[in-house]
């Protein structure tokens, strides 16, 4: 600071730019142009309730409520519930639960399944003026009518019937009289249209099948693309956004308004959010859940949003990585670890600091006092004073990671190996003596000697060291069950698959690694649900909510970086 002014230009960091968003131009413009009158800017989140959330929609999420937010306009959660074969409360459940852990609340709650009765409706409208019919073509001869992205269709020998005839049949479409799959309501607009969703989309399908809110009421069920728009114009939705793989269909859902003469939604597409090593599709998903890849939706390897806060990330680095991406019109896969650059940011200057060794290595003092215990003062969080101290026990017998420790020590190593003196973190210098060995001829124990002037971590006559390592004392240890995760897939691309091979073959075996003798220091005993940890020279931590008093789990979010691993791999040890 140069000089004490807070008002002062210097002192201030410039404000980033805020990331290119066409979205936000086109709301600002159709504000400027008074597009929409005196209506407020409305927009919706749209779910389909057939899965969790994953982290593609958290940027639908921020996108939808947070341009509605910065134009003082609302954001509706909409239930796209219109196919009850796929659809269960339990998503709708777990779906508001993690929009509402993101950050966000909705105005209203809303479902298309509420506005069944007026799609309805509508669709007799549509009847009534020649623009939709009733089709008794099966779902196959549709499709070879259909044509192709060359050739156009052919019209259905149904395409002429009567209006009379369309409301007749389609009412008992409705009244439950004809079986699954023996006709539809299609919407009559042009069977050669370049566009395939203008050719006579099906708007309506017979299912008898319970809905997880109608219940039985209805046996005829709108399309997505006949619901949607129709929905969206009900709520007076102005910016309908959704991602790219939309735009064919936004002519489709322009004529549907048009043609019913509705409030004029529109919808405007935006890039798919993807990361690399990443699956973000609910059906692959699902698929790893019920074939038991995973432990469940919130398995911490999971890219799904209950899955990320299981590991430990937190709405906040979501929403600085989503918000940092802004919006465009081409679709980008992004480095897994650019998100995992925002997760580690956040967390360094949240979590709270603490030591656990994860491979314990006894460790015998053998000048300290045996029945001596000293406790160290250690910050909390050395980037928030106002976290605080905590006081750590040391005593003679210290646990340290197996690894710190190497009988022959390789070149460069320079953490604890006999004659080698290192500072323990906060503590003191300590030099190994002499190993203890199993009978296989593994060290299970190294003995040491401590300089007691160093105390704190620095020796009066300036003496050097080279390493400072963590460590927990093993009188006062907890123990606890440790889990490491790494991507869950091989490949950057996890589509990249071998011909007639699943995408799932490219599932990395060695996801999770399981540690179940770590010793961590006593006050992690106090360790709740939604803390954050780094555990020194780790990696940032938190507790499972599996966890009970007897058996303690900690999840590793990530790791820290680790040069050493690098070191190590660059010389092929
Ligand atoms: P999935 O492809 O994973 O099955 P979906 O698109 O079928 O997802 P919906 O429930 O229909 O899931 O999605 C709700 C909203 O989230 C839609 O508006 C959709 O455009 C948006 N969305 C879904 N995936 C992404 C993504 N990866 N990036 C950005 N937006 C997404
Ligand atoms: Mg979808």
Redesign the pocket.
Known sequence: MSNGNPESPTTQTPAAPAPSNFLRDIIAEDVRTRKFGDAVIQTR????P??YL?I??A??ICLDFGLADDFGGKTNLRF?DTNPEKEETEYVNAIQHDIRWLGFQWERLCYASDYFPQLYDWALQLIRAGKAYVDDLSADQIREYRGTLTEPGKNSPFRDRSVEENLDLFQRMKAGEFPDGSRVLRAKIDMASPNLNMRDPVMYRILHATHHRTGDAWCIYPMYDYAHGQSDSIEHVTHS???LE?ADHQPLYRWFIENLGIFPSQQIE?D???FTYTL????KLLQLVQEDRVSGWDDPRMPTLSGLRRRGFTPEAIRAVVTSLGASRTNVVQDIEMLEHFQRDDLNRRARRAMAVLQPLKLVIDNYPPDKVEYVEVANNPEDPAAGTRHVPFSREIFIEHDDFREIPPPKYYRLSPGKEVRLRNAYFITAQSVVKDSTGNVVEVHCTYDPASRGGNSPDGRKVKSTMHWVSAPHAISAEIRLYDKLFLKPDPYDVAEGQDVLSNLNPNSLQILTSAKLEPSLAEAAIGDHFQFERVGYFCLDPGSSESRRIFNRTLPLKDSWAKIEKKSGA
């Open positions: 989140f749209p779910p389909e057939n899965g994953h593609g929609h940027k639908a796209d956004m959704c991602s939309f935006f798919r959010l993807n973000l599709s609910k059906r």
